[in-house]
């Protein structure tokens, strides 16, 4: 059985880092990706990246701040978020691919991952 597990989440002020985790077990993957879900609304593509070529893909809003990245070894997905602002406050979901292609707009949208995470919280204070 598959299982994803987010970690790392927590309370930051503005201008920090935090790096989230993702334990996954159970297959291989095409790809996965981050998302992020705010109060009120929809859940968003945040980054990706591909298992092929280790290829990522970021959302324009965090391009720059945050870097998508995987330990093979330890089976993690990891995100490393830096210079945090306030917007940046949401649920995070890790998400995982088995699609045969993992590329373009497939990695940013959430029909095309089959498993989730139950999410971790992060909370960016002013």
């Known amino acids: 059985q598959v299982q994803l597990v987010e970690s790392g989440g927590g309370l930051v002020q503005a201008g920090g880092s935090l790096r989230l985790s993702c334990l996954h077990s159970g297959r291989t993957f095409s790809g996965m990706a981050w998302f992020r879900q705010a109060p009120g609304k929809e859940r968003e593509f945040v980054a990706a990246?591909?298992?092929?070529?280790?290829?990522?893909d970021y959302a324009d809003s965090i391009k720059g701040r945050f870097t998508v990245s995987r330990d093979k070894t330890e089976n993690t997905l990891y995100l490393q978020m830096n210079s945090l602002k306030p917007e940046d406050t949401a649920i995070y979901y890790c998400?995982?691919?088995?699609?045969?292609?993992?590329?373009?707009?497939?990695?940013?949208?959430?029909?095309?991952?089959?498993?989730w995470g139950q999410g971790t919280q992060v909370t960016v204070s002013s």
């Open positions: 990246i591909r298992w092929q070529d280790d290829i990522t």
């Open positions: 998400a995982a691919s088995t699609r045969p292609i993992y590329a373009g707009n497939t990695v940013s949208r959430r029909a095309s991952h089959d498993y």
